[in-house]
């Protein structure tokens, strides 16, 4: 069974839900895939794994990072789910890049390269927002691009994450400004 709880955040509304493992879907309100993987068999329900989610996020959004994280259980291939797991390990405040990313998955498999787009691909369908941080993932140029949650709310996260803006802009056009 699939529960859902809406949470009011100071970027505007956000949908969480869980199963009985852990947390499945942190969604802005109207963001690119919204609530994609949501099991239309599902019941608002304030349950331990969201109330925990809920206590990460009033931490997050009062400008700390949080020292725990809550059960997670993102639903995905398992390049996906690898590329995820390379997200957890962004540190709060500070970014990477769709490349380094990309080297390290290359890396974990002794292949030569692997594709950045395809980091990116999964990157873009993380449907565990914000505590899986794909905010803090730029392109090598700077770029500030691939938030589902829109451009305007990556700039916010990373700022209230206190992360130096300096060297990011956003871009003038692309088809991931959201």
């Known amino acids: 069974m699939m529960y859902t ?12 839900a869980a199963d009985e493992t852990g947390l499945t879907g942190l969604w802005f309100d109207g963001e690119k895939y919204f609530a994609d993987l949501l099991d239309s068999e599902h019941t608002a329900q304030e349950t331990p794994v969201l109330l925990e989610t809920k206590r990460w996020l009033d931490i997050y959004f009062s400008g700390q990072e949080p020292d725990f994280t809550p059960p997670l259980h993102p639903i995905g291939s398992p390049f996906r789910q690898e590329v995820w797991e390379l997200l957890l390990r962004i540190p709060y405040g500070q970014t990477t890049t769709y490349g380094a990313l990309a080297k390290q998955l290359a890396a974990r498999h002794s292949l030569s390269r692997m594709s950045a787009q395809a980091v ?29 949650g829109g451009i305007d709310k990556k700039v916010k996260l990373l700022t209230l994450e206190k992360v130096c803006m300096d060297d990011f802009f956003v871009p003038t056009k692309g088809t991931a400004l959201v």
């Open 120 to 148: 990116g691909g999964a990157v873009g369908h993380n449907e565990i927002s914000i505590i899986i941080p794909c905010h803090r993932v730029v392109g090598t140029n700077g770029s500030l691009t691939g938030y589902a």
């Open 5 to 16: 709880l809406h949470y009011d955040s100071p970027l505007g509304g956000i949908l969480l």
